[in-house]
């Protein structure tokens, strides 16, 4: 009898021990990237109650919290400068049970979200009929084994019903291998990246094709407001399950996908994202901003940048999508955000162009230049006005040093501007006559008297080819 009773008090000790498990988030795992110089967020799940203490390689200093009613745990932990091969432990106060994570690196840490191209991996997916792997993609895999430079993918989870708490997704160090799968854009953003700082990267991607960007707000943010009424009467789960699309419903990605990382401390954001909204353009503006609003709330962050792509034209997608994204920079709708342009790289007949290192690189320009003080042109002329000359029209821009037109031939030259038009008071457009003077646009057309209106690449498939002299293409426009 006695041995029974020990062996029962045995048993009921080890479930104890066994329930004082710490359990950290996919996220908060092995290879993981934290933000330097930065008071990180970190946390997990522990018995209602639980001392858990967290130290780190770094320093000396040992964090202490009590996970709450609910068995969560959070704690703020400090991260000093770029390094590399560190570690962090948590300890469980009620059985000394410890849990290590390592080969962290401490650098920059970006999120990459969006739908299907910042998706779309870096070499072509067997079965996928879009997914056909980026332009070139044999020679960039072969420029991929960077150490200090490790990626996330959020696995793909949608819920119209409740939050989830984790998901899944490993940490990996960039390799050939790992990033055959991984997102190209978010890849080679990087690698340039990194090569450009010459410290550790980290990259989150959080990704799924065909959403809108209703699918990554959450729902108290959107039953607020009349302008989502239309996306939730024709999205919703009963229409979308029979077609397989339940990630179309509102907040079905906000809670499959971004709320397990939310809080997870970043630098910043890269946005890939409206293509699925562009029939029903006219409400993206303030749709976005919502979205940028209320990702910033929930990180916590003073500053939490979002720079977004302005998406690449397709014949058969609205070109006014482009227009609308546009108003939230150009009207400063928001602060800290850029957007850079997809405008020359389109492809006709798919919404997938393969050139992805195009986008990349110009991802990588605008956050070099506007977070780490990077001394390069990242936007491309952004209009900044127009004025009537005799029956010509003078576009002016800014950021328009060096302005040229790219011919098909690859030379440079002052005509020969492709999709611009040129209108009078009757609306009446024509194909336009231009030259560029002295830094600006001239525009005009015989049989337009007295010219009012002018339009650049508005057209559902279009390929700008205004730059200026750091070969950043300029920005489609349309003026009344």
């Known amino acids: 009898m006695r041995r029974i009773v020990l062996v029962i008090v045995a048993l009921a000790a080890a479930a104890v021990q066994l329930s004082a498990k710490i359990s950290l988030p996919a996220i908060i795992s092995d290879n993981m990237v934290l933000q330097q110089k930065s008071e990180v967020k970190l946390w997990g799940w522990a018995d209602p109650g639980e001392e858990v203490k967290v130290s780190s390689s770094w320093s000396r200093k040992v964090y202490s ?15 000093p400068r770029h390094c590399a091969g560190q570690e962090l432990k ?12 390592e080969n962290i690196l401490i650098g920059e840490v970006w999120l990459a979200s969006g739908q299907s191209n910042i998706e779309f991996w870096t070499t072509p997916k067997k079965g996928s009929a879009w997914m056909t792997g980026m332009e070139g993609w044999e020679e960039q895999i072969e420029d991929a084994e960077y150490p200090n430079v490790h990626l996330f993918k959020v696995g793909e989870c949608w819920d119209h019903t409740a939050l989830h708490e984790d998901c899944k997704g490993q940490w990996v160090v960039c390799s050939k291998e790992t990033v055959q799968n991984y997102s190209a854009v978010a890849f080679l953003f990087a690698r340039e990246l990194h090569k450009a700082l010459e410290q550790p990267v980290g990259v989150i991607l959080c990704a799924v094709g065909g959403t809108h960007a209703e699918s990554w707000i959450r729902e108290e943010v959107m039953r607020k407001d009349t302008i989502y009424n239309r996306v939730y009467r024709n999205y919703t789960p009963d229409k979308m ?11 079905a990605v906000w809670n499959g996908m971004v709320n397990p990382i939310v809080g997870y401390t970043i630098k910043g954001n890269i946005w890939y994202q409206a293509e699925s909204n562009a029939w029903r353009a006219e409400d993206y503006a303030p749709i976005f901003v919502d979205l940028v609003e209320d990702w910033r709330l929930l990180w916590g962050q003073e500053r939490l940048p979002f720079y977004y792509m302005q998406v690449a034209p397709y014949s058969q997608l609205p070109g006014k999508i482009r227009m609308e994204q546009a108003k939230v920079w150009e009207g400063r709708m928001l602060e800290d955000i850029g957007m850079v342009t997809a405008i020359d790289v389109g492809d006709s ?3 997938h162009p393969r050139n992805k290192l195009v986008p990349a690189r110009r991802f990588t320009d605008v956050v070099l230049a506007n977070e780490y003080n990077g001394k390069i042109e990242c936007y491309g002329p952004v209009v900044k006005s127009v004025a009537s000359r005799d029956n010509e029209l003078v576009v002016s821009f800014d950021h328009a040093k060096g302005l040229h037109v790219l011919l098909p031939s690859g030379e440079r030259s002052s005509v020969g501007v492709a999709y611009l038009h040129v209108a009078g008071a009757d609306g009446v457009y024509y194909p336009a006559y231009s030259r560029i003077e002295a830094g600006s646009l001239i525009v005009w057309h015989p049989e337009v008297k007295m010219p009012v209106k002018v339009k650049y690449c508005t057209e559902d498939y279009c390929k700008g080819n205004i730059y200026n002299g750091a070969g950043q293409p300029a920005y489609p426009f349309e003026i009344k």
């Open 90 to 101: 948590f300890l469980s106060g009620s059985n000394g049970e410890e849990t290590t994570v």
């Open 65 to 79: 919290v009590q996970a709450g009613a609910d068995g969560k745990w959070s704690v703020y932990v400090k991260t």
């Open 349 to 351: 007949l798919d919404i």
């Open 241 to 251: 399950s029979p077609k397989g699309y339940l990630h179309k419903v509102p907040s």
